[in-house]
């Protein structure tokens, strides 16, 4: 738990969206639409951060039988999780500003 992950514009956005409601569980679907990122995006970076351990998971107990639709794997972040998120965000803002900040090479 050393190392951070990258902090890609996607996974940015995935963890603003879960961090509007830190202690809330989302399922990956809900995350996507939050985030609004295409499909295929969100569940590589909800195990990333889960092998990070900023996130824990679980499967909603239910029969996608009864309810015609298949089960759910809901996401949260783990007791520091959240703080992890916010830290790393705040690292990325400040080195996109300082990017911005940098004067131009060849500039006089």
Do not use: C, N
Not at 2 to 12: D, E, V
Not at 51 to 77: A, H, Q, V
Request: hydrophobic fraction near 40%.
């Amino acid at each position: 738990m050393g190392s951070l992950p990258r902090m890609t514009m996607p996974t940015m956005l995935v963890l603003h969206a879960l961090l509007e409601d830190p202690a809330r569980a989302m399922y990956g679907l809900e995350i996507r639409s939050a985030a609004e990122l295409p499909s295929g995006t969100i569940h590589p970076i909800l195990a990333r951060l889960e092998g990070f351990g900023w996130l824990e998971s679980s499967w909603e107990e239910l029969d996608p039988r009864e309810e015609g639709r298949p089960r759910r794997r809901y996401y949260r972040f783990t007791s520091d999780g959240a703080q992890l998120a916010r830290q790393a965000l705040d690292r990325a803002a400040a080195k996109r500003a300082a990017l911005r900040l940098r004067p131009s090479e060849g500039v006089a």
